[in-house]
C-alpha cells in the first residue's frame, strides 16, 4: 500500500505558546473553547520516553487522541490514514513537535500513528487528553487500540524505513552479550537482523547465504569462543572461532562494504603494567594465556583487512542470560557457608547492557571514528571484592533469603589453579571512549546494583506467578 505526503482530514497540529517570565514559563495545553466541536478530553495521562525509542504505530476505533508535545525532548510523529472512505485514505505527514516546537495534536480515531523521541540524551515527555477512557469506565473494557508494532507491518516498516541505511546484522544474539543488545536494539525500534549458531561464521559461505538480498550496513559481532580455561585444551577450536570467524567476518564485511563492530577482551594484555593506570587502546599487547592470544588474532585480522571497523575491548561481563561471576557467586553463597575468592587479581567488572548501550550509540553517531576503544564501567576491584559487593548488595535487597551467613574467604590466585593463567591487573583505560563519545560512564557498584535489583524484580514476578 502506497502512501503519499499530504494533509490528513481531522487531524489538526497546533503551535503551542510558551508564555515565559523571569520563573519560567506557562503552557494552555488545551481550553475546550479551541477544540473541535464535541471533542471532550475524558482523562489524561502522561508518557516518559528514552532517548531514540518509539511508541506505536497503532490507531483507535472510537478515541481521538490529544497529544502535547512540549518537551523536555523532541519528537518525530508519523501518521497514516487509515480510514476507509476518509476523502485522504493513504495520506501520511510528518511533525516534529516538543521542546524546539511545542505543539498539539489532535488525531480522530482510524488515524494510524506513531512517535519517536529523537533526541540525543533527553527523556521526552508527552501528554494525551484522549476523549475515551481506558479500558473504559472502570477499565471493564477492551482496549480501544489496534496495534501496528510488529516487524512486518507496513506501517511499522514505513516508520523505521529512514533507518534502514543503518541496517545491522546482529551476530551471537544468543549469547551473553548478544542478548542484551539485541533487547535493545528492540526497545530502540531499530533495523536488524540477528544470527547465533545456525549462521556459522566459520563457514564463510554462510555468511554469503544469509546476507544474501539483505541490506546490511553494520555488523556487530558477540560471537566468540569464551570458555577461558577449556581454550588451553581446544586451542584449534578457540582459534578457529576467534581468529578464523573474525576474519571470514572481516573479509565478508569488506566485499560488501559493511562497517563492523567487534567485541575483544582485555585478555590481550598480560597484565603486568604499573597499576597506576589503566591500559590505554596504544598500550603493547602480550597475551599470556589461548583465549587471550585467539582474540588478538582477530583483532590482527581486522586490522589487516578493513578500515571502517571499531574493535571495543571490554572485561569481567555479566548480564542476564548466561553464565557469570556474578550468577556463580549467587548460587555459592546460597549452597555454602564458606566461599573463598582470589583477591589479587584486579579488573572492572562490565554489566552488558550499558556495553550495549554504547554500541548502539557508536551505530547511531555514525561517525568515522574508528579503531580500538576500550569500555568497562568505572572502577577498579579485586574478585574478592566483587564477591562482597555481590553479596552485601544481594542480602540487602533480600536476594539471599534467612539470617545464614556467609564467609568470604580472601585467597591468593595460586591457592586456586586454573587451566588458563589470568593477567594480574586487567584495568582499561576507557578516556579515549568517553572523549571521542562525550560517554559518562557509570560506576560497577550501581551497575551492579542496578542488575541485582533486576534479579529481585524477576524473582518477585516468579514467585507472583506461582502463587496464582
Ligand atoms: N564474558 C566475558 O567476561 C568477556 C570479557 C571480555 C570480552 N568478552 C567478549 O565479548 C563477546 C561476547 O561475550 P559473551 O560472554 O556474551 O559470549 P557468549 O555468551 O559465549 O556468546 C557467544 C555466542 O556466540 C555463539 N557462537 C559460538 N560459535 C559460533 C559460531 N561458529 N558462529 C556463530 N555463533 C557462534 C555462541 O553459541 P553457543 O553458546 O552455542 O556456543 C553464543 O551464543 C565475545 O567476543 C567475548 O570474547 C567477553
Known sequence: MKFKNGEIEGVIAKKLTRFSDERGYLVETFRTDNLPNKLKPAMSYISYTSPGVTRGPHEHEEQTDIFCFMGPGNFKIKLWDNRKGSKTLRCCREVIGGEDNPVRIIVPPGVVHGYRNISEETDGIVINYPDKLYRGWGK???????????????????????????????????GMLGSDIEKLLKEKRMAYWASDREVDIIDYKALDKFAKDKQINWIINCAGYTRVDKAEEEIEESFRLNRDGVRNLALFSNKRKIKLIHISADYVFDGRKERTAGYSEDDKTNPINTYGKSKLAGE????????EYFIIRTAWL??????????TMLRLFRERDLVKVVEDQWGSPTFTADLAEIILKIIKSDVDKYGIYHFTNEGVTTWYAFAQAIYNKAKKL????????????????????TLAKRPVYSVLSKDKIKKEFNLKIRSWE???????????????KLKGKERQ
Open 300 to 307: 590482527e585480522e581486522i586490522k589487516k583487512t578493513l578500515v
Open 446 to 460: 550501581e551497575a551492579l546494583e542496578d542488575f541485582l535489583s533486576f534479579l529481585k524484580i524477576k524473582e518477585e
Open 398 to 417: 533480600g536476594l539471599l533469603g534467612g539470617k545464614r551467613q556467609v564467609e568470604i574467604k580472601p585467597i591468593k590466585a595460586n591457592e586456586y589453579p
Open 140 to 174: 471493564k473494557e477492551e482496549v480501544d487500540e489496534i496495534r501496528h508494532e510488529d516487524k512486518e507491518d507496513e506501517f511499522y516498516l514505513d516508520f523505521i524505513k529512514e533507518d534502514k541505511s543503518q541496517m545491522i546484522w546482529l551476530i551471537g544474539n544468543k
Open 318 to 327: 555479566y548480564g542476564k542470560e548466561g553464565n557469570n561471576f556474578v550468577y
